[in-house]
T-cell receptor, first 114, second 116 residues
Framework: DTEVTQTPKHLVMGMTNKKSLKCEQHMGHRAMYWYKQKAKKPPELMFV???????INESVPSRFSPECPNSSLLNLHLHALQPEDSALYLCASSQEPDRTYEQYFGPGTRLTVT | AQKITQTQPGMFVQEKEAVTLDCTYDTSDQSYGLFWYKQPSSGEMIFLIYQGSYDEQNATEGRYSLNFQKARKSANLVISASQLGDSAMYFC?????????????FGDGTTLTVKP
């Protein structure tokens, strides 16, 4: 099974709201990733968790707060977002963080900030 | 630093014909992996095929094959017998071994449209 699940599929939130995106994988992968993707563009890496520890933060604004409660779960907490944060948010996982293994992506959460 | 170049923003192919999507890469590292992902309009990125830098044979997965020319630093995706469901955006990507937790570098993508 190569499935990564993400909830919710769609999210509309105001600039003062607090919401969370959730991601889950049961492949035993030790690396998990959050990406942001604008329409017709490649995904942009936001965060990498390696063995449940944050290993890369690509200078993401603090209104995005990642959390990895265990090896299967990854959350992205959202607070005081801006309209330009509207995008598709993709979660991915891979077997090992520092090897050239492929990444498996979830279906994404389409976020709209009003 | 790594770089992936996909020079075809859009491609059209007739159903049942083969199509080649171009990808060139640049890296000074010797150990790396090259990937192709498919992204339909629904948004999910689907892993298609992988080629390791030390693999001597070109990778194949069903109707997908990767034409790996290491000296030219190219990793073109060949889709045989195109189907309507192949219409999507295709991304070429690279990961370098043992660096920066395996960050992927993506190309800008190619939008493939399969005509009936």
């Amino acid at each position: 099974d190569t499935e990564v699940t993400q909830t919710p599929k769609h999210l509309v939130m105001g600039m003062t709201n607090k919401k969370s995106l959730k991601c889950e994988q049961h492949m035993g992968h030790r690396a998990m990733y959050w990406y942001k993707q604008k329409a017709k563009k490649p995904p942009e890496l936001m965060f990498v968790y390696s063995y449940e520890k944050l290993s890369i933060n690509e200078s993401v604004p603090s209104r995005f707060s990642p959390e990895c409660p265990n090896s299967s779960l990854l959350n992205l907490h959202l607070h005081a977002l801006q309209p330009e944060d509207s995008a598709l948010y993709l979660c991915a996982s891979s077997q090992e963080p520092d090897r050239t293994y492929e990444q498996y992506f979830g279906p994404g959460t389409r976020l709209t900030v009003t | 630093a790594q770089k992936i170049t996909q020079t075809q923003p859009g491609m059209f192919v007739q159903e049942k014909e083969a199509v080649t999507l171009d990808c060139t890469y640049d890296t000074s590292d010797q150990s790396y992996g090259l990937f192709w992902y498919k992204q339909p309009s629904s948004g999910e990125m689907i892993f298609l095929i992988y080629q390791g830098s030390y693999d001597e044979q070109n990778a194949t997965e069903g109707r997908y094959s990767l034409n790996f020319q290491k000296a030219r630093k190219s990793a073109n995706l060949v889709i045989s017998a195109s189907q309507l469901g192949d219409s999507a955006m295709y991304f070429c990507a690279m990961r370098v071994y043992n660096t920066n937790a395996g960050k992927s570098t993506f190309g800008d993508g190619t939008t493939l449209t399969v005509k009936p």
